[in-house]
């Protein structure tokens, strides 16, 4: 998924050269358990906040990343007309503010992972206590705080089943959960990250 979004998945692009759990085994100074959010925005969380403006520069940055996390900087500042040293420094920039993460994206099921799953969580209290503590367990890819039936979605990659019972199992002592329901996946059908990253008209413009 582009360096701080499974499905899954801020802008959560999901795309870095490394990664933080047993599915992908990465160089540890790459690991940020928090994502695409900083510790710095923690009070500033979702879609509640207005995220910061993004130029053509970056626009055009973020969709090259989108269509090939592997695209060299010379090419896309060819195509954008600028310096290889801008788009390096917008790369950066992106990265720095959370906003930018290339990352190499699996399919969890097809290298082996036998359990991987969606669960549902209900607190009892405010969500955000309960969402920072599964956070920082490896098995877990994504956690987002949402509104409707459950107050915390978890994605999870577990090897098997058992150790899925035993991960939901943690899940339910923690303090505030008052309820989880287990959504196994039997198949992965569809995760893309190319929606692009501009809004023309009220309409989404996509990578070409």
């Given at each position: 998924m582009?360096?701080?979004?499974t499905?899954?998945?801020a802008?959560?692009?999901?795309?870095?050269?490394?990664?933080?759990?047993?599915?992908t085994?990465?160089?540890?100074r790459?690991?940020?358990?928090?994502?695409?959010?900083?510790?710095?925005?923690?009070e500033r969380?979702g879609?509640v906040?207005?995220?910061?403006?993004?130029d053509?520069?970056?626009?055009?940055?973020?969709?090259?990343?989108?269509?090939?996390?592997?695209?060299?900087?010379?090419?896309?500042?060819?195509?954008?007309?600028?310096?290889?040293?801008t788009?390096?420094?917008?790369?950066?920039r992106?990265?720095?503010?959370?906003?930018?993460?290339?990352?190499?994206?699996?399919?969890?099921?097809?290298?082996?992972?036998e359990?991987?799953?969606?669960?549902g969580?209900?607190?009892?209290?405010?969500?955000?206590?309960?969402?920072?503590?599964i956070?920082?367990?490896?098995?877990?890819?994504?956690?987002v705080i949402t509104?409707?039936?459950?107050?915390?979605?978890?994605?999870v990659v577990?090897?098997?089943?058992r150790?899925?019972?035993?991960?939901?199992?943690r899940?339910?002592a923690?303090?505030?959960v008052v309820?989880?329901?287990s959504?196994?996946?039997?198949e992965?059908?569809?995760?893309?990250y190319d929606?692009?990253?501009r809004?023309?008209?009220?309409?989404?413009?996509r990578?070409?």
């Amino acid at each position: 998924m582009p360096r701080g979004l499974t499905p899954g998945h801020a802008l959560s692009l999901a795309f870095t050269r490394s990664g933080g759990s047993r599915l992908t085994r990465c160089d540890a100074r790459w690991y940020n358990r928090l994502a695409l959010r900083s510790v710095d925005q923690l009070e500033r969380r979702g879609a509640v906040s207005r995220p910061r403006r993004l130029d053509r520069v970056d626009q055009r940055l973020i969709e090259a990343l989108q269509k090939n996390g592997r695209e060299p900087f010379r090419r896309i500042a060819a195509d954008v007309g600028v310096s290889e040293a801008t788009i390096r420094a917008r790369y950066q920039r992106l990265c720095d503010d959370n906003i930018l993460q290339v990352t190499g994206v699996t399919n969890p099921l097809g290298l082996g992972f036998e359990a991987q799953a969606m669960v549902g969580i209900r607190t009892g209290g405010a969500p955000e206590p309960v969402a920072d503590a599964i956070a920082r367990w490896d098995e877990v890819d994504y956690v987002v705080i949402t509104a409707g039936q459950f107050d915390i979605l978890v994605e999870v990659v577990c090897a098997d089943r058992r150790e899925l019972l035993d991960l939901t199992n943690r899940i339910r002592a923690l303090e505030g959960v008052v309820s989880t329901e287990s959504f196994l996946y039997l198949e992965l059908w569809k995760q893309l990250y190319d929606w692009g990253a501009r809004l023309q008209d009220g309409e989404r413009v996509r990578v070409q």
